[in-house]
Every structure is written in structure tokens, then in C-alpha cells.
């Protein structure tokens, strides 16, 4: 091998370092900043970095390595497909990140929108309930049946034996938003709709 080409080749081999690393960070990145959803775990955002990378190196690598040769014809191939394939790895990190910064909008907002039924549904119970549910309203059990919008809270009993159950739309009216919805626990009504 000639030095020339051993030169080309230590300076061209970051496709698999950069793959790794960075499939590592876009695990870390979608464990902390889901791109969909308010939570992800580590070792799936690994995997589904891992094989978007892999199918981006796979698919786009040669097409990414003629882009680089026109821009530097000296470039031997092999070499530019390695800048391409880490290139596209970084390339995936980035649109990981920006798609996690973009949802993290949507995740406080559900947070803020669970918060104010949560709000309305205790207000709701300690005015309406017997007071045996009463005793522990700020611990109540939450069925989101249509976020943002409609949420159905249960407060238990002092013995934890029944339930007083409400449904809370957030699209009525502060004062016509809660409505009292039986006595069925929230995992039953779960059960019916699985």
C-alpha cells in the first residue's frame, strides 16, 4: 500500500467511530428529548438510531460519496463514501435533536393541560364528593380519554374500597367542565377500551 494511500485511509476512516458515537448520542437524545411522545427508553432510541443510521450509511453512502469527489476529485472513492456515511450519521443527530426540541412544546403542554383537569376535577370532588372521598383528593387516578381535551379523574374512599369517579373537558366553561361519571374504576374502564 502505498504512503499516500495509507495517508487517505487513517484520514478517511471516521464512517464507523462516528457511527458509533453518534448512535450513542442519539440514544441519549431520545431517551432525554423525545422526538414523538413524552418519553422514550434508552435502549430503544439506540436501536432506532442505530438502524436509521445503518440504512442511511447503506442506502445514501455511495450517492453522499460522488457529492464529496465533485467537491474534492483528489478524494479517493472509498474515502469520500466514509465522509458521506459519517456525515449522514451526524446528519441524523441533528434532525433527532431538532425533532426533540420541536415536541418538547407539545410535551408541556400536555403536562399543563393534565394539570388544569387535574385542577378542575379536585376542586370538583372536594365540593361535590361525600367526604369519605375527600380525604386524599391530590392523589386521584387519571384516565386520559381524549388529550388534551378530556380526562376522567377517580378519588378513592378512605377503606380504598369505591370509587367517586369525573370526567373533566377542558373545552367547557370553568364551572360546566366536570361531571360526576359513576362509580367504575379507571383500570376497568381501561380494560373495556384495550
Not at 121 to 128: D, F, K, L, N, R
Amino acid at each position: 500500500m502505498s504512503l499516500t494511500r495509507l495517508r487517505w485511509r487513517l484520514r478517511g476512516a471516521w464512517l464507523w467511530p462516528s457511527f458509533l458515537v453518534l448512535s450513542l448520542a442519539d440514544a441519549t437524545i431520545i431517551h432525554a428529548l423525545p422526538p414523538a411522545g413524552d418519553s422514550a427508553t434508552w435502549v430503544g432510541g439506540w436501536l432506532l438510531a442505530s438502524v436509521l443510521n445503518l440504512l442511511a450509511i447503506v442506502l445514501l453512502g455511495r450517492a453522499g460519496g460522488q457529492v464529496v469527489r465533485r467537491l474534492r476529485s483528489d478524494m479517493p472513492a472509498v474515502v469520500a463514501r466514509n465522509y458521506a456515511g459519517a456525515l449522514l450519521t451526524l446528519a441524523i443527530t441533528l434532525a433527532f435533536l431538532a425533532a426533540g426540541l420541536v415536541n418538547q412544546g407539545t410535551v408541556r403542554a400536555d403536562r399543563a393541560a393534565l394539570a388544569d383537569a387535574a385542577a378542575r376535577a379536585e376542586a370538583y370532588i372536594g365540593a361535590h364528593a361525600p367526604a369519605s372521598f375527600q380525604a386524599d383528593v391530590r392523589t386521584l387516578d387519571t384516565y386520559v380519554m381524549q388529550e388534551p381535551l378530556i380526562y376522567r379523574f377517580c378519588a378513592s374512599d378512605v377503606s380504598g374500597s369505591r370509587d367517586y369517579c369525573v370526567v373533566v373537558n377542558r373545552s367547557q366553561p370553568f364551572g360546566r367542565s366536570v361531571h360526576y361519571a359513576g362509580a367504575e374504576p379507571n383500570w376497568l374502564l381501561a380494560e373495556g377500551s384495550s
